[in-house]
């Protein structure tokens, strides 16, 4: 695990060979730009609606085989088809929301076709909907009138009549049935569902074209970028300058770039005073722990890489809080599921890693703990390797001040190798001094001084040597003495992380308590004779439990972080970095 170094590069070439050299850097794409001018001039923006198209294409349920070939790809033609597709989409689904509320509305009362008014000597249908309870005032009327449905709740009546009934006449107002008939409508419903049909084919067709709508994104994009990198270049005449860092790895391949593009190459050694991108290179079975670092800030260059100490004592905390190995064995099935989907990129699999060692992790810690669904399972070889018990409040107070004890120091030593041979470092020597005589003086409960001078000798070192003012003159060392009495205020800060550690236990031993009080609701449920209470049980069991192990996955993210970037890394005094950006460019077509 490190931070690789860098060296910075700068290449002086010819304005005329401008152009094939910055696209010689972005086809490398192992170089971070460092600009060295304004970088004048506007982007043009990007269209929107190839952008939208992207994204509706890319929901599409179904999806095409893609095209690689671009000889026959018409980015225009593509987006307007898919815009037409979208809009007739919408407007047909629109429609058959309309019709098919018709079609509720009037199934009540059958399918019928209006005659024409002349053949029936100018009558009409008026339409009620009538509350059994309201059927006597309907029946006490002098209307032509017949009860074409009886719903559960309702009635629904038909009067016949040259002119529309007066508005007290009925106990009701009339419903409008419309001038369309259920089998038009119904015709209509099934016209609009087979031209709904004919557009999922054409977008499942349009589909095929996804990738190539990305590389034509990508394309603009690059073509973006290279224009900025060119608009940042230092001109003088007839020459440029061009400022990147590398990494060390990548320096013969530069220069075998700046050979081809004829241009001059210097390189040099980073100062500290300049903040070189951050680039992290872990073993892949840790790399996940770059992106959990990352989550809260880029390391400094300068600084150290935490991604594998991060890595490490997330997945441990995850475990102490879950605390069992049978809500680990359910997420271990969980990504047994979507493992193989999980492998499909680079971001996939650092994810899955994570996810494996915080499985296996919790399993063994849960086993240790013993506890299976927060039951000790009676099997000789579970009992064997029970080996904490964590409702023993002494055991696991003494095991978490450990784990944070260890953690702070491991903390401050990384902080004092920052620091170099630096009189600083003695000051995270004497926090340690601190976090170790503290908790000697808790183990011995007082029966021994040892510990006692150490904290003393730890404070002093402190005091000394916290300030960074130089060693010279009355006034400086007075005002050391002042910055190093002022730093050892943070004394409060190392009790309060140190008991910080404390809710590695409390929720370790909350998720077991819910998990025997669910245990024994459903057991009493499920020992009692009725049928219903072991129904009832069940669901009590299954609910409790799944709500466990939803507050412990929450609780193992969130603490489990907050232990590493709150109380971790706060004593590791890094400065955040920038991250290493390469100029490259992007391709979305998969091999």
């Known amino acids: ?46 269209p929107e609606r190839v952008a939208q198209a992207l994204r509706w294409l890319s929901k599409s349920p179904e999806q095409s085989s893609q095209y690689r070939h671009r000889d026959d790809f018409d980015i225009d033609q593509i987006v307007t088809e898919t815009e037409d597709v979208q809009q007739r989409i919408l407007s047909l689904r629109d429609r058959l929301e309309v019709v098919q509320d018709r079609i509720a509305h009037l199934s009540p ?32 009327t002098d209307l032509v009138w017949s009860v074409v449905h009886d719903g559960r709740n309702e009635s629904y009546v038909v009067v016949i009549s040259r002119n529309q009934p007066d508005a007290d006449a009925m106990p009701v107002p009339r419903v409008r049935a419309g001038g369309d008939s259920l089998f038009h409508l119904e015709r209509e419903r ?47 005449g007839e020459f440029f300058l061009a400022q990147c860092w590398v990494p060390v790895s990548k320096l013969e391949d530069l220069h075998e770039v700046a050979k081809q593009a004829h241009a001059a190459l210097y390189l040099e050694e ?55 190995a049978g809500y680990a064995a359910l997420l271990g099935l969980g990504l047994a599921y979507y493992w193989k989907r999980m492998g499909s990129s680079e971001t996939g699999l650092r994810f899955r890693r994570l996810l494996f060692w915080l499985v296996t992790t919790s399993f063994v810690y849960g086993v240790a703990a013993g506890s299976f669904f927060g039951v000790t399972p009676n099997f000789a070889l579970f009992k064997t390797l029970h080996v904490l018990d964590i409702k023993n409040f002494n055991t696991m107070i003494a095991v978490v001040v450990y784990i944070g004890v260890f953690h702070l120091v491991m903390a401050n030593s990384v902080a004092a190798w920052v620091h170099g041979l630096r009189w600083q470092s003695l000051a995270q020597l004497g926090w340690i001094l601190i976090l170790l005589g503290g908790t000697g003086y808790w183990m011995v409960r007082g029966h021994s001084h040892i510990p006692l001078y150490v904290i003393a ?36 800060k190392a009790f309060g992380d140190t008991l910080s550690y404390m809710r ?32 009832a049980g069940i669901l009590v069991l299954l609910f409790g439990h ?37 100029f490259r460019k992007t391709s979305y077509f998969k091999e």
Request: some cysteine; hydrophobic content about 45%.
């Open 270 to 324: 980073p100062q500290h005073d300049e903040m070189p991108p951050t680039v992290l290179a872990n073993r892949p079975v840790l790399a996940a722990g770059e992106n959990l670092v990352q989550f809260y800030q880029v390391p400094n260059y300068w600084g150290w890489d935490s991604s594998a100490t991060v890595f490490v004592s997330f997945c441990l905390f995850f475990a102490m809080i879950l605390a069992d």
């Open 109 to 140: 009362w059958g399918s019928f076709e209006f005659p024409p008014a002349e053949e029936i000597g100018g009558y009409r249908f008026w339409f009620y909907r009538v509350p059994h309870k309201l059927m006597d005032q309907v029946a006490a």
């Open 190 to 236: 099934e016209r609009i569902e087979l031209e709904l049909e004919d557009c999922r084919f054409e977008r499942l067709r349009l589909t095929r074209w996804i990738n190539n709508i990305r590389q034509h994104i990508a394309d603009y994009r690059d073509r973006e970028a290279l224009g900025q990198a060119c608009r940042e270049t230092l001109e003088d």
């Open 1 to 46: 695990m490190s931070i690789v170094q860098v060296q910075k590069a700068t290449l002086l070439a010819s304005m005329r060979g401008k152009a094939a050299l910055m696209e010689a850097l972005q086809e490398f794409g192992e170089v971070h730009l460092i600009p060295l001018s304004e970088g004048g001039g506007s982007r043009v923006p990007y």
């Open 504 to 535: 590695l236990m409390a929720l370790g031993l909350a998720g077991a308590t819910m998990a025997d009080t669910f245990n024994g609701l459903a057991g009493d449920m499920i020992h009692h004779p009725s049928g219903l209470s072991v129904a």
């Open 546 to 582: 799944i709500l466990n192990i939803i507050l412990g996955i929450v609780g193992g993210v969130v603490h489990g972080l907050r232990l590493n970037f709150i109380e971790f890394l706060s004593w590791t005094h890094a400065e955040e970095g920038h991250v290493f950006q390469p």
């Open 457 to 492: 000798a730890g404070a002093g070192l402190i005091l000394l040597f916290s300030s960074e003012r130089p060693l010279r003159g009355v006034r400086n060392l007075v005002m050391r003495l002042v910055d190093g009495l002022v730093d050892l205020f943070h004394l409060s």
